[in-house]
Each structure stands twice: as structure tokens, then as C-alpha cells.
């Protein structure tokens, strides 16, 4: 059997005595597409830190199909393809749809033509020359992934995806998620707060509480699970 994408082993991290990871272990497959769920202050957001290199562990391991990458800084990760997105959009506000592509297929290597294919398939045409700071959150958001997406990454991580956005546009996020997941073969692990958006991916479900990985598996079974069932009711942790 080949060796995951994506496989934490273990990880921790603390903020001034506080353990924000507390020996999380995760594993995510080539093309696989997973959400990771749980409370505020689970450990959800410095997992995807740890990931990219924002934050280095104390302890554990960190690798992409089979090198340990712990120790590398943000762009190296960037370079051996690990792209994420943000809660709030990380797009040049200033600059056009357009150019917003065209600087990250700049910085990707890419030639600019990928950048209005990009635009294109985003569904973003119309907005080409609107300012990104003028755009609705949805769309900045939509704009933001298509520009991580010229780093043609292996591996995705969302960061909220769905923030600010209506219940349908949630359901359309979704959809355009399993559609990109299946035609270009990228792993995707998506940190979420709406279980309709959840749900409606289709896919397995991770639940993260108090710093490790309490459950894994498709939605409904991890939704009856008691400590997971326990958490969101807030009965206990």
C-alpha cells in the first residue's frame, strides 16, 4: 500500500502553557477529500499552521507522500505543493480579478494565458476588472482558491470556505469542491463550521477536540458518536 498524501503523527504544540495540539495524528490519501470539524479552541486552525509551516511542533511528524517536512519554512511547503486558503480571503484588494490571477500565475511559474483560463473556470469573467476588494466575500473567496490553484497543489487546505456566505451559496461551495476534487485529482482537507456544508460534501468527516483527533469517519456515524454528540452540546470540554 502506498503512502498517505498527507500524515501527522502525533503533533503537538502550546501557546504559553496552553496545548493547543495534544498528539493529533491524521492521515489524508492522494485525491481524498475530508472535513475536519469541532469546537472554537479545538486546535483546528494551529493544525493548518503546523501543516504549512506557520507554526513548528514540539513534537510529531509531518509528511507529504512520505517526507518529513516538519522543519521546512511556508514557501518550501508551498513549492512541494500545499496550498491553502483563509477565513478572510488573502486576495491584493487594490488589484483587478485579472490581475490578481495574473500576479499568482507570476509567481507560480505559470504563463499568464493560465491566468484567464483560471478566470474562466472560477466563473469570474464577468468580474475581471473589478477591484477584488469590491468583490463580494463569496466571490473573493472563489477568486482567492483559483489563484492557489495555479500552484497546481497536491494538496489543499480550506480554511472556512463558507464564512459570510448564505446557506445556498454554502451548498454551491460544496458542490464545486467535489467536482474539483474529482477532475483534478487534489487532496483537499477543509476546516468547517456548517454541518448543511458538511454534509453536503459527501465525505468523511474528522473531529478534532481538545487538540487530537477524536473521531474519523462518514458523517452520520461521527454525528452519533457520544464525546463528539457530548462537545457541541457543550456538556462537557
Same mark, same amino acid.
Given at each position: 500500500m502506498s503512502a498517505p498524501l498527507l500524515e501527522l503523527r502525533h503533533l503537538v504544540k502550546s501557546f504559553g502553557g496552553v496545548l493547543a495540539v495534544a498528539g493529533a495524528s491524521l492521515e489524508l490519501a492522494e485525491g481524498e477529500l475530508l472535513a475536519l470539524i469541532g469546537p472554537n479552541g479545538c486546535g483546528k486552525t494551529t493544525l493548518f499552521n503546523l501543516v504549512t509551516g506557520?507554526?513548528?511542533?514540539?513534537?510529531?511528524?509531518?509528511?507529504?507522500?512520505?517526507?518529513?517536512?516538519?522543519?521546512l519554512p511556508p514557501q518550501a511547503r508551498v513549492r512541494l505543493g500545499i496550498g491553502r486558503t483563509f477565513q478572510v480571503p488573502g486576495v491584493f484588494a487594490a488589484l483587478s480579478?485579472?490581475?490578481?490571477l495574473e500576479v499568482a500565475a507570476t509567481a507560480a511559474g505559470r504563463p499568464r494565458r493560465e491566468a484567464h483560463e483560471a478566470l474562466?473556470?472560477?466563473?469570474?469573467?464577468?468580474?475581471?476588472?473589478?477591484?477584488?476588494?469590491?468583490?463580494?466575500?463569496?466571490l473573493q473567496q472563489r477568486l482567492e482558491l483559483a489563484m492557489v490553484l495555479l500552484q497546481r497543489p497536491r494538496l489543499l487546505l480550506l480554511?472556512?470556505?463558507?464564512?459570510?456566505?448564505?446557506?445556498a451559496e454554502s451548498l =454551491?461551495?460544496?458542490?464545486?469542491?467535489?467536482?474539483?476534487?474529482?477532475?483534478?485529482?487534489? /487532496? /483537499?482537507?477543509?476546516?468547517?463550521?456548517?454541518?448543511?456544508?458538511?454534509?453536503?460534501?459527501?465525505?468523511?468527516?474528522?473531529?478534532?477536540?481538545?487538540?487530537?483527533?477524536?473521531?474519523?469517519?462518514?458523517?452520520?456515524?461521527? =454525528?452519533?458518536d457520544p464525546e463528539v454528540r457530548a462537545a457541541y452540546l457543550g456538556s462537557r470540554g
Open positions: 506557520i507554526e513548528r511542533p514540539e513534537a510529531g511528524a509531518i509528511r507529504l507522500a512520505g517526507r518529513e517536512i516538519g522543519g480579478a485579472r490581475e490578481n474562466e473556470r472560477a466563473g469570474l469573467a464577468a468580474f475581471a476588472e473589478r477591484a477584488a476588494g469590491e468583490l463580494p466575500h463569496g480554511d472556512e470556505p463558507t464564512a459570510g456566505l448564505e446557506l =454551491a461551495v460544496a458542490a464545486r469542491l467535489r467536482r474539483l476534487v474529482a477532475a483534478e485529482g487534489v /487532496a /483537499a482537507l477543509v476546516v468547517e463550521h456548517d454541518l448543511a456544508f458538511v454534509r453536503a460534501l459527501g465525505a468523511e468527516v474528522a473531529v478534532m477536540l481538545r487538540g487530537r483527533i477524536a473521531a474519523r469517519g462518514p458523517y452520520a456515524r461521527v =454525528a452519533s
